[in-house]
Nanobody, 115 residues
Framework: QVLLVESGGGLVQPGESLRLSCTAS????????MGWYRQAPGSQRELVAR???????HYADFAKGRFTISRDNTKNTVDLQMNSLKPEDTAVYYC?????????WGQGIQVTVSS
């Protein structure tokens, strides 16, 4: 059983930053690709960023230049640094990890960007 727990969400003003962390219950070398999705009210869940075991990264267009995903095998965490946040970034953010053949999800964490 792989548990993923997100932390670091909250309410910020436009232009501010947040750092989300996803802590895994197993060593990251037991997990393949990991990443973050988000889901805004009334919208489908969408990919934000992902990182492979080799630290190759991929970002959604809206995240490029503002968000950075990183993987720390010593802490069993995958972090998402989000800068220059916009109101449209408001959503529930979900961490995921692949341990074949299963896809594991965290419970989600709220990020609200509002003045």
């Amino acid at each position: 059983q792989v548990l993923l727990v997100e932390s670091g969400g909250g309410l910020v003003q436009p232009g501010e930053s947040l750092r989300l962390s996803c802590t895994a219950s197993v060593p990251l070398n037991k997990i393949g690709a990991m990443g973050w999705y988000r889901q805004a009210p009334g919208s489908q869940r969408e990919l934000v960023a992902r990182i492979t075991t080799g630290t190759n990264t991929h970002y959604a267009d809206f995240a490029k230049g503002r968000f950075t995903i990183s993987r720390d095998n010593t802490k069993n965490t995958v972090d998402l640094q989000m800068n220059s946040l916009k109101p449209e970034d408001t959503a529930v953010y979900y961490c995921y990890g692949i341990v074949l053949p299963n896809l594991h999800w965290g419970q989600g964490i709220q990020v609200t960007v509002s003045s």
